[in-house]
């Protein structure tokens, strides 16, 4: 039965679900105007019912970042990507997951690559496996073309292992988009680098993975691009908007608080802090508090406690009175949904639905003691 | 069963059983010395059993933060102090669970104490208030003695409320324990005052309830305290010991990861990102990272990404392999408890226990929609 947002205990993340079909569209429809597969980074919303809708609009497949993540998501879809290296007692979960569904991991090492083809044996199963390049970002994987050749050899070397291609994060180029062109033309010269490397070693990538939000719509400039991984855009967020890669209307997530003090001038507090929002900075630009108040943006979130969000309402005019809710556009959307355990669904002023974020934390409920591997 | 680490799949937290042991005997014995109630804030480890330990070794009650920790903790005590007004839709879901304890709320406006007595006579219940006074955090509270005043008098003239004191939260003062006790100075001057104003009124405060970790073991300096409330001396983390308030070897929690990268010079990447570590910086000093090695301290986490923690081994001569297990204390040990629904309890390397992270989130599974107040 739909309801006001005046029976919900705060702090509670709010989806607009008009704005959240909006982003899922426009991803849906760039990606088969340019005939990109669209594999979305499941992250942010670790939502099956999310992603569900992300597959009925033709996505080819999800990202998946943790085993929990894949054992949610395998439920949801057949083809799933686990875009982070499986070691130690992760390995023998993730084996059990593909089962399931078509898994395919990425790896920068030769140890991932050795440990996993040997698990794999020992199961009788088989993995798809991308060799994961580093084109800027200095996060994972590995930048010189010889050494991306003797990786994809060594998967190919491997039973059990079934070697794809290659993947890439272009998460540093997060500045204004009218800056970004120049950065692609960088990667993508990189990235020709490598390719062409591959051919001649008689290991060419069938799969070419990259993508990330902020430069999701220019991916069709990058030759030899098969894919895109693109988590943020369901809900965007004041850091996307911020860069330049949304406007303040496609942010679909708030989180819904509470005035609980207007005690000290110059400042109210609300019942969302770290423990709500994050502690995310704007990464454009420093100091620019850790979220903003949707109907408000000139009122950022300044401080924070565990449980308190500091409003500075300096530069304002509006001034809220304690008991007054407040929806605050957070800076990073995918640490929000973490904090939760469920999301409300609302248009206008009435939720009309809730999901569960279900892929959230490590284990299955089931497992006791959850920790252990299963 | 106890087992080793190399079953368990990271990242997970784990909590050295004998380094608890010493920081919650020294807490208890030091509130038993100088005659404080002890009233431990639960934010940080959200589990019944240390809850319950806490009790079990003098505490005269718990701290909570949220409905979730008061229902939680509600089954451990019977004497909670919710310390954040409870407003909007909250109040009727505290005032449920107020039915099983001796529930006291802290409050600083005149709205919230109009609400809640409402509330209470509509329920036939009462609520023990603490009026909330800002002595320099500048977060919650009133600073002006004659406005504590005026919401004392106004709790007093609430049937269904009984006033009982003040508290207050020193926050603030978090630098070296060298320069702790000229801010300690200024703030029992501030004390002072409020108290001497309220028994001029004949509103004399028999709860006087301060107390942070940081400043805890000082607590005895300041004149007319009655009851301490600190939460992060159960684990210690690295910003506590950054500050001078415990040693390395106080830190009894840590993050258990895996190194799952070595392919850019310089580094090492673990699997703790963001959602096992927070983003929390070291308050004392810029650019300290966000957590370290506990074998290595030289050793920060220097960046994250979601599931990504990026160790700058530049200044080590230790170099982890990938597939390694890593042990990371923390910046802010009450942030990661958040992340996760179960943290290890371990002695030397063997695991002995785990216990559920219980009051970490909003609502009860049970509840359906789980937002919605019951």
């Known amino acids: 039965m739909p309801y006001g947002f005046t029976d919900i205990e705060t702090p509670v993340p709010l989806v607009d679900l008009d704005r959240l079909s909006v982003n899922l569209d426009r991803m849906a429809a760039y990606a088969a105007l340019h005939q990109l597969a669209l594999r979305p980074h499941v992250k942010t919303h670790k939502s099956a019912r999310i992603a569900a809708e992300q597959m009925r609009l033709g996505a080819a497949g999800l990202t998946v970042a943790t085993p929990r993540e894949l054992q949610v998501m395998s439920e949801v879809t057949d083809d799933v990507f686990l875009a982070h290296p499986p070691l130690g007692a992760k390995i023998r979960r993730v084996l059990t997951f593909a089962e399931d569904v078509q898994l395919r991991v990425s790896v920068d090492s030769h140890i991932a690559i050795e440990t ?24 994972m994987g590995v930048t010189d073309p010889n050494d991306v050749v003797r990786l994809a050899g060594a998967v190919r070397r491997q039973p059990g292992l079934r ?20 950065h692609l033309d960088t990667l993508s010269g990189d990235l020709r680098q490598v390719l062409e490397t591959l051919d001649h070693a008689g290991l060419a990538a069938e799969v070419v993975s990259g993508g990330s939000t902020p430069a999701a719509f220019r991916m069709h400039h990058i030759p030899g691009l098969t894919e895109i991984r693109p988590g943020t855009y369901v809900f965007n967020d004041r850091d996307t908007f911020t860069m330049g890669a949304c406007t303040w209307e496609d942010c679909a997530l708030t989180v819904l608080a509470t005035v609980i003090s ?10 969302a802090g770290v423990k709500a929002l994050g502690r995310e900075p704007i990464r454009v630009s420093e100091g620019g508090g850790y979220g903003a108040v949707l109907d408000h943006p000139e009122v950022s979130v300044a401080r924070m406690s565990e449980e308190h969000g500091i409003l500075d309402i300096s530069d304002s005019l509006w001034r809220p009175e304690v008991g007054e809710q407040v929806r605050i556009v957070p800076n990073h959307a995918c640490i929000v949904t973490q904090q939760f355990d469920a999301m409300l669904g609302v ?6 639905t809730w999901w569960h974020v279900g892929a959230r934390g490590r284990h299955s409920p089931e497992l006791a003691p959850p920790p252990l591997s299963i």
Chains 1, 2 share one sequence.
């Open 116 to 139: 996993l083809g040997a698990a794999c044996r020992q199961r009788d199963q088989t993995v798809d496996v991308i060799v994961e390049v580093d084109l800027g970002m200095k996060r």
């Open 262 to 271: 207007d005690a000290v001038p110059g400042q109210v507090v609300v019942d």
């Open 163 to 182: 070697y794809r291609g290659i993947c890439f994060y272009p998460g540093h180029i997060r500045m204004n988009v009218e800056q970004m062109d120049s």
């Open 347 to 352: 248009r206008g002023d009435i939720v009309e």
